[in-house]
């Protein structure tokens, strides 16, 4: 079974710019949720879909942005980028949501640098 | 405020002998715990998890305990082999309040297993 798949793996964007991370979930896994990482901070929630609907959200500014296809697949966007934007954005998508906990499973991230 | 705190930062360990991770949290709301593994360039895996309603868990060399009345946590690896050696988060959910997928990620504790 093919795993959680982030792309790009690396990005490169000027301070201003926006940018659109993408993931796309284990097959049957209809919960997607993004996290930051970076080295001061940590891994921090940034929000969860589930069936389209943003279902929680963290406390990041309204520059953080995501959605959810009918396919399960997630985007992220970032407009109006900063300095401290730059970290390690991570996807993690879990099984169907039924109310009972199912842990969650991390792509490899998309490595964001801000200049 | 950190809710879920790791206080070391790095452990270092002889081959086969057993490592010992610790984790604190503050919020009792928090019913549902997980511990993740990270190897560079790569995202968390999920290796463990247990209920507030339980205080053990355990999954072949990996035991996860849990001191409710401590808010306290911890996993034993046994034994521990060098491939273990990678960055250890403790993750907190709170399913009533924060949602089943939020997760609060402690700051991680880097284990080194030496031969």
């Known amino acids: 079974k093919a795993g959680v798949t982030q792309t790009p793996r690396y990005l490169i964007k000027t301070r201003g710019q926006q940018v659109t991370l993408s993931c796309s979930p284990i097959?049957?896994?209809?919960?997607v949720s993004w996290y930051q990482q970076t080295p001061g901070q940590g891994l921090q929630f940034l929000f969860e879909y589930f069936s389209e609907t943003q279902r929680n959200k963290g406390n990041f500014p309204g520059r953080f942005s995501g959605r959810q296809f009918s396919n399960s697949r997630s985007e992220m966007n970032v407009s109006t980028l900063e300095l401290g934007d730059s970290a390690l954005y991570l996807c993690?998508?879990?099984?169907?949501?039924?109310?009972?906990?199912?842990?969650?499973?991390f792509g490899n991230g998309t490595r964001l640098t801000v200049t | 405020d950190q809710q879920v705190k790791q206080n070391s930062p790095s452990l270092s360990v002889q081959e086969g002998r057993i490592s010992i991770l610790n984790c604190d949290y503050t919020n009792s709301m928090f019913d549902y715990f997980l511990w993740y593994k990270k190897y560079p360039a790569e995202g968390p895996t999920f290796l463990i998890s247990i209920s507030s309603i339980k205080d053990k868990n355990e999954d072949g060399r990996f035991t996860v305990f849990l001191n409710k009345s401590a808010k306290h946590l911890s996993l034993h690896i046994v034994p521990s082999q060098p491939g273990d050696s990678a960055v250890y988060f403790c993750?907190?959910?709170?399913?009533?309040?924060?949602?089943?997928?939020?997760?609060?990620f402690g700051a991680g504790t880097r284990l080194a297993v030496h031969p």
């Open positions: 993690a998508s879990s099984r169907p949501g039924t109310g009972t906990n199912s842990p969650l499973h």
């Open positions: 097959s049957g896994h209809r919960s």
């Open positions: 993750a907190a959910s709170a399913t009533f309040s924060g949602g089943y997928n939020k997760l609060i």
